[in-house]
């Protein structure tokens, strides 16, 4: 059975820094991609960003390049979400996902597992 289990909000200010942890069971670790996604109150679910070990290709959505950086530790089956400069605008629950396929989406029903997720607050 395959599990994803979140780690790591929290409450901070903006300019502040958070580290998100996505620590994953049940599938082979050798071939994998996983999506980070979030979603604010009232708000749909977004693509963050997204890892494929695969062909090491990594995505960003524009809101977040330059501030977040998606990274794994192949032998702990994690995969984190480094978040530098949190802005208000981050405040939002954080899911980690996995696909069946091989390849990076930004649209969340080409997921099929997701993470119980955890909550990021930015106060301004």
């Known amino acids: 059975e395959v599990q994803l289990v979140e780690s790591g909000g929290g409450l901070v200010q903006a300019g502040e820094s958070l580290r998100l942890s996505c620590a994953a069971s049940?599938?082979?670790?050798?071939?994998?991609?996983i999506g980070w996604f979030r979603q604010a109150p009232g708000k749909e679910r977004e693509g963050v960003s997204c890892i494929s070990r695969s062909d090491g290709s990594t995505y960003y959505a524009d809101s977040v390049k330059g501030r977040f950086t998606i990274s794994s530790d192949n032998t702990k089956k994690t995969v984190y979400l480094q978040m530098n400069s949190l802005k208000a605008e981050d405040t939002a629950v954080y899911y980690c996902?996995?696909?069946?396929?091989?390849?990076?989406?930004?649209?969340?029903?080409?997921?099929?597992?997701w993470g119980q997720g955890t909550q990021v607050t930015v106060s301004s």
């Open positions: 996902a996995a696909p069946d396929g091989h390849l990076c989406s930004d649209y969340a029903a080409m997921y099929d597992y």
């Open positions: 049940g599938f082979a670790f050798d071939d994998y991609v």
